[in-house]
């Protein structure tokens, strides 16, 4: 003899989720992960491209998760590359119409596809340390250091003043 006891159609639909638990969650939710860094894992030298110009830092994320927002910053990084991927990083300060202030000093980088990323390998006379580039785009470039410190930069536009 036939159950009549389960024939809402909602309910049916709804019950199978009794068999849903933690367990099969973990699994599941772990599934879903790994499928999306296989699936959106972006080719490193599609990132060179954007690399170039006038950056200013946005919010900084330290490897313990602290986080800091940067509203209003005095310097910004200049980057500049040539064919060979070849150039510099320097600090500038930002004037009045495309002006820019600076000194002399600069440090040296070169950029080279490893593994899978695109890294950053800085070199001044004091100093050598490589950091790597999690994204580039027109607008916003966003890289890791040795320490786990993400740095998120923001493309930097000039303040114009029409003196008319």
Request: glycine share 4%; proline share 4%.
């Amino acid at each position: 003899m036939e159950s009549y006891k389960n024939h809402n159609p909602i309910e049916n639909q709804v019950f199978p989720l009794r068999y849903f638990n933690a367990s099969s969650a973990k699994y599941l939710l772990s599934v879903v992960f790994v499928l999306g860094l296989l699936g959106c894992s972006k080719n490193p030298e599609t990132y060179i491209q954007h690399i170039e110009g006038y950056w200013e830092i946005e919010k900084v994320t330290l490897s313990n998760g602290f986080e800091k927002d940067y509203k209003f910053n005095e310097t910004l990084d200049y980057i500049s590359l040539d064919d060979s991927l070849k150039g510099f990083r320097k600090k500038m300060k930002p004037g009045i119409n495309d002006t820019y202030f600076t000194s002399d000093d600069a440090e040296a980088i070169l950029l080279k596809i490893e593994n899978n990323n695109l890294n950053i390998y800085y070199t001044t006379p004091y100093a050598t340390w490589k950091e790597t580039i999690l994204d580039a785009t027109p607008t916003h470039l966003s890289i890791i250091n040795e320490n786990k410190d993400v740095y998120l930069y923001k493309r930097y536009t000039p303040i114009n003043l029409s003196l008319d």
